[in-house]
């Protein structure tokens, strides 16, 4: 019997259902959602049962699929993985929300939380025949659905969790948090996408979870889509209970209402009672959505942020499974949550009980002789894209356009001769983002933790808002339900909205300070898999890239202290592998515009862009600056002072804007104080170049390395990140030992912009310091310049303490009169 709380919900329930005014659909039509008539029950109870057949054949089963013969030991895996627990609730939402889109027509995509509940999704994938139509060997016969047992976590086969070989999936939910940040994401300038996100509540536990239900406060109804969040309280995570489980419904109602949801609470494991209670409640939320969108798009809405439907499920972890073993209860409980029955192999009750609840579901009635479903089954699927299976939204979207993108070259920074004028990089690119926004209003949108202005991105308001749909007041500024830039002080939400807005098929950038990238650098690593993984797959659609940009980095966050001070993410991007990572490093505005063109237009890559958003000094022209980009790494010529010679006396190398100005320093007080010293001055504006090869696509040839680096001289790196990722890059490159770099080395305070460079010894003095004690010749006076150098070092000390800012000739330096025309 259903719970009385249940029963109490179904006078709210029916009241949803009632809402049909301003709906374009039949006025019968909710109410036949919301009674499923007794055939309808019939199919949805076998398509349930069918999948938790398949489910639990994945987990143990490698011979005998259609149970046609006593089950034996050597029927069964020899190692048991997988997750039961969590998939007879998945399944069960499954169904019923596949009933509701062969009813309506709604585009809708499944995203799955709960940690590793793969077999369903792989199963539903199966039943609804898209799996069969991706993977022809694992065809809707016996013989096929033994390779889908045999496949699932085994050598050779598929992951146990939602993975990108999974069809229909965005999401994975291997790392738990990110269900509802991925779904929301999907269905900003989707209008006519539902996306259906499953919350586990041990996922719920999780800090990106918690923080990711405000994404409410960021739908616009009139040109977003919906997301339907359905919390799955099933009681408990892989050794215990879960906190909103023994929460009382008053407080987890509570809890979710303060968000801005409306609750539709589903309670139960009485059958056929909970195919009933869950389909009103299901039609309930649909109405409501629709409701809410007819009322928005017809112009009847006041503005103010709607109550979204929310729905509770509480159904036993591990429903339909045993209920005891060895005289311990099982279902309900967290000894539910992996592998039941875990001795299967060795144990005859054991394996007397699997066969018992395999053979509980009637496979018998759900597949025929051939061992495909049977029509009792096939019948409760959507058909062609409408199945969630099948769902181009899920695959890069519906349809795969480029941007339309201005010349960034109309944006450039007017550059006469390197190191005399000084901009604010980052302003140029929001000029280009501005005009981005203009030119694709659907398909654009940069994501910044309360930052774009601080970051020198707010051109972009000059076209668009930011959007927020709760209460506006009259002094705020460019904030409005309309707006297209999403502001929350939430890495994990910025990235997250970006990953879904991405995978199904839309464009834009997360922008952040360096340091706090961190906070969601685990994101980045998962999304990195899941292209990694997806390149492998000839089904899975080029997706547009992650764009990652850093600004208000390491170098100049003297005023905020140790804390902003951190350029990790480098790091995190640089072990990712070659075929996904791309991390570019550009110098100034000019080389900014030409790489970020460059990665707008790219797909299924994490593009990792670094530059200070400060004024700072400009080196190259726009031709000068696409010609260095597209190589990656160049000498200038300009700077240094070797003039072309196979065999300079040092080479000084340089990647990242500030230890760029403090390389070319180096390297003029070189040429003024050691004319006779050939010194060579190589950028690098693309880190990724720097590998062989065979390590990373864009590895420059060893010829090109040559002349840049040459194979004998020693170089003296300055690196924006750590020192370590220089040597890690130039492994395998001839003598690599001759390589001294200089970066981050985790000193930082609260400080002068100069100051941060000597303490961390990267500073054009400790350059200068380096090219000495390692050139292949020194001319005379090199020992009085190593000394004065340290003089300088001295004198830095005493005057910034004194004085509270730089040296003048440090703090306003430029190349002057030493510089040769551009």
Not at 67 to 85: A, T, V
Not at 493 to 507: D, Q
Not at 599 to 618: A, E, G, H, M, T
Not at 681 to 708: A, C
Request: glycine share 8%; charged share 20%.
């Amino acid at each position: 019997m259903p719970g009385q709380r249940a029963c109490e919900r179904i006078a709210f329930v029916t009241a949803f259902v009632n809402q049909r005014a301003a709906l374009d659909i039949d006025d019968h039509l909710p109410a036949v959602l919301a009674h499923p008539s007794e055939e309808e029950v019939a199919q949805l109870d076998a398509w349930w049962r069918a999948n938790n057949y398949l489910t639990v054949g994945q987990i143990y089963l490698r011979g005998n699929p259609l149970m046609r013969e006593p089950l034996r030991p050597e029927h069964i895996k020899p190692r048991l993985l997988g997750h039961w627990g969590t998939s007879p609730g998945l399944s069960l939402i499954y169904a019923h929300v596949s009933r509701l889109i062969k009813r309506t027509g709604q585009q809708t995509i499944y995203l799955t939380g709960p940690g590793h509940g793969g077999p369903a999704l792989v199963a539903a994938g199966y039943l609804e025949g898209t799996y069969s139509e991706i993977y022809p060997g694992v065809s809707q016969d016996e013989a096929g659905m033994l390779r889908l047992f045999r496949q699932f976590s085994s050598p050779g086969g598929i992951p146990s969790h939602v993975s990108v070989t999974t069809p229909g999936s965005i999401h994975e939910g291997g790392e738990l948090g990110y269900v509802l940040v991925h779904a929301f994401g999907a269905v900003m300038d989707n209008p006519d996408l539902l996306a259906v996100a499953v919350v586990g509540d041990g996922e719920a536990e999780t800090g990106p979870l918690e923080g990711s239900w405000k994404g409410v406060s960021f739908i616009n109804p009139v040109h977003d889509g919906a997301v339907l969040p359905i919390l799955h309280l099933n009681g408990a995570k892989i050794a215990g209970p879960t906190v909103l489980a023994r929460k009382s419904r008053e407080e987890v109602r509570s809890l979710l209402e303060g968000h801005g949801y409306e609750l539709i609470e589903v309670e139960g494991s009485d059958l056929p009672g909970m195919h009933h209670r869950f389909a009103a409640a299901l039609t309930a939320a649909w109405v409501k959505i629709r409701t809410i969108q007819q009322a928005a798009r017809s112009g009847d809405w006041d503005g103010s942020r709607p109550r979204w439907p929310l729905i509770v499920l509480r159904s036993p972890k591990g429903w339909t499974g045993p209920e005891q073993v060895d005289g311990v209860t099982v279902t309900g409980t967290w000894r539910s949550h992996q592998v039941p029955l875990s001795g299967v192999r060795d144990n005859a009750e054991h394996l007397r009980m699997l066969e018992q609840w395999l053979l509980s579901y009637r496979p018998q009635e759900l597949f025929d002789d051939s061992g495909a479903p049977s029509e009792l089954v096939r019948a409760l699927a959507p058909e062609g894209e409408l199945r969630m299976s099948a769902s181009p939204h899920a695959n890069g979207g519906l349809v795969t356009r480029d941007l339309d993108l201005p010349d960034f070259r109309d944006y450039a920074v007017d550059v006469t001769q390197p190191a005399q004028l000084r901009a604010e990089s980052t302003r140029k690119l929001g000029e280009l983002m501005r005009d981005i926004y203009a030119r694709n209003p659907d398909r654009f949108r940069l994501f910044c933790p309360d930052e774009t202005n601080s970051n020198r991105l707010g051109a972009v308001f000059e076209v668009t808002d930011r959007g927020f749909m709760e209460q506006v007041h009259p002094e705020d500024t460019a904030i409005s339900r309309d707006g297209r830039v999403m502001e929350v002080l939430s890495e994990h939400n910025c990235h997250g909205w970006l990953e879904g807005y991405n995978l199904t098929g839309r464009h834009g950038i997360f922008a952040t300070y360096e340091a706090f990238a961190m906070v969601s650098a685990s994101q980045t690593v998962q999304h990195g898999k899941w292209l990694q993984e997806a390149a492998h797959l000839p089904w899975r659609a080029k997706v547009p890239s992650l764009n990652i940009l850093l600004t208000s980095t390491a170098w100049r966050n003297d005023h905020n202290g140790f804390s902003h001070q951190g350029p990790g993410l480098i790091q995190v991007v640089l072990n990712q592998r070659g075929t996904v990572s791309r991390i570019y490093l550009p110098p100034d505005a000019n080389c900014l515009l030409s790489v970020a063109d460059h990665c707008f237009r790219s797909r299924s890559y994490v593009n990792l862009i670094v530059i200070d958003k400060q004024p700072q000094l400009q080196w190259l022209t726009i031709d000068q600056a696409i010609e260095h980009c597209a190589r990656g790494a160049g000498v200038w010529e300009w700077a240094g002072t070797d003039d072309g010679a196979s065999d300079p006396d040092i080479v000084l190398a340089c990647a990242g804007d500030v230890v760029t100005m403090e390389t070319v320093a180096a390297a003029q007080i070189l040429k003024q104080r050691l004319p006779t010293m050939k010194v060579r001055v190589v950028n690098v504006v693309n880190l990724m170049t720097l590998p062989r090869p065979k390590d990373h696509p864009h590895g420059m040839s060893s010829t090109q390395f040559t002349e840049l680096f040459t194979d004998t001289v020693d170089v003296v790196f300055a690196f924006h990140g750590y020192p370590g990722a220089i040597h890690q890059l130039v492994h395998g490159r001839p003598d690599a030992d001759r390589f001294r770099v200089r970066g981050f080395i985790e000193e930082g305070t609260t400080t002068t912009p100069f100051d941060m460079t000597v303490r961390n010894r990267a500073s054009r003095y400790h350059l200068v310091m380096d090219a000495i004690n390692n050139a292949k010749r020194l001319p005379r006076g090199a020992t009085d310049l190593k000394e004065w150098c340290e003089a300088q070092l001295a004198r830095h000390h005493e005057y910034v303490v004194e004085h509270l800012e730089d040296m003048p000739e440090v703090r306003d330096w430029s190349l002057g009169d030493w510089a040769e025309p551009a």
